[in-house]
């Protein structure tokens, strides 16, 4: 069963991608769903993209829930670590 809920947000970063190049991403698309590569039956997939760049300029990532709530913690974490004025 899929849920076909999706977030998309604006973002300002980069990602190593294709052929090992660096690229601006701009979007990023979170979504539960079928993996195309994981051993899973279903993953939290996160792909950050570039789409002024075409298809190819995206970074894919499929997480178990569990990976990916652990990945949250590790963000919050680090973030939390972080003296207020340099995590603008």
């Known amino acids: 069963?899929?849920?076909?809920?999706?977030?998309?947000?604006?973002?300002d970063g980069s990602a190593k991608g294709p052929g090992s190049s660096w690229f601006h991403v701009t979007d990023v698309t979170v979504y539960f769903d079928h993996p195309v590569h994981a051993m899973a039956e279903h993953t939290l997939n996160i792909d950050f993209a570039a789409p002024d760049r075409g298809p190819s300029a995206r970074v894919a990532l499929e997480l178990t829930a569990d990976s990916a709530r652990a990945l949250v913690t590790a963000i919050q974490?680090?973030?939390a670590a972080v003296p207020a004025e340099m995590a603008v």
Not at 1 to 11: D, L, Q
């Open 1 to 11: 069963m899929c849920t076909y809920s999706t977030v998309k947000a604006e973002i």
């Open 77 to 79: 974490d680090a973030l």
